[in-house]
Structure formats: structure tokens, C-alpha cells
């Protein structure tokens, strides 16, 4: 189980190394185009939105010692998902082969 920590470590989220992997992909890219975008986690008991911008610091922290392998089409639809209006919520990993461009958009 990784951690992703928001900010002056005041926030941290605790998500499954593989999907933080995913979603250290999508921060990266929408950041680096400069397009900040709201985040949506979900813990049982606790939901919040954070706005993500490239002037409040982000960590990364994986429990793991092997980086996990990545699935494209999990990456172009979260990356979908981040550039919507309602903003990055953790969509389940698709199985490979199963997203058509149409469905992209």
C-alpha cells in the first residue's frame, strides 16, 4: 500500500501501489501541460476533493521495491477522467484490449 501526500504533509491518502503508480502518470502529465484539476479519493468513512496544482508540493511514497507494470488504456482513461468537469475520481483498471478509441473520446 503506497501513499500519496498532498501539500505540507498535512494530507496523505493511502492507495494501492498500482493505481498510484497510474496515477502519478496523470498528475505528471496534467501538470506538466499546466492544467491543474480536482481529485476525488474515497476511504471507507471519508470521501474529499483536492485541487491539484503544480504549486503545492506532491509525494509519491510506494511500499513496494519493484515498480508496477503499467496498462496503457488505465492511463488514457483516467487521463479522460481528470480532463472532465467532474474531475479525477480511481476508475477500476480495465483489462487490456477492452478500451476503444470511441469510448476515449
Known amino acids: 500500500m503506497g501513499k500519496l501526500?498532498?501539500?505540507?504533509?498535512?494530507?496523505?491518502?493511502?492507495?494501492?501501489?498500482?493505481?498510484?503508480?497510474?496515477?502519478?502518470?496523470?498528475?505528471?502529465?496534467k501538470l506538466r501541460r499546466g492544467e491543474p484539476f480536482m481529485f476525488h479519493h474515497a476511504?471507507?468513512?471519508?470521501?474529499?476533493s483536492i485541487w491539484i496544482h503544480p504549486a503545492v508540493p506532491i509525494?509519491?511514497?510506494?511500499?513496494?521495491?519493484?515498480?508496477?507494470?503499467?496498462?496503457?488504456e488505465w492511463i488514457e482513461v483516467l487521463m479522460q477522467?481528470?480532463?472532465s468537469a467532474n474531475g479525477l475520481r480511481m476508475l477500476p483498471e480495465p483489462a487490456?484490449?477492452?478500451?476503444?478509441?470511441?469510448?476515449?473520446?
Request: glycine share 8%.
Open 59 to 72: 509525494v509519491f511514497q510506494f511500499h513496494g521495491s519493484r515498480p508496477p507494470s503499467m496498462n496503457r
Open 5 to 29: 501526500v498532498y501539500g505540507s504533509g498535512n494530507r496523505s491518502f493511502d492507495i494501492e501501489d498500482r493505481a498510484l503508480a497510474h496515477l502519478r502518470v496523470v498528475f505528471m502529465n
Open 81 to 83: 477522467e481528470a480532463s
Open 96 to 105: 487490456p484490449g477492452t478500451v476503444t478509441a470511441d469510448a476515449l473520446g
Open 43 to 48: 476511504e471507507p468513512h471519508v470521501s474529499c
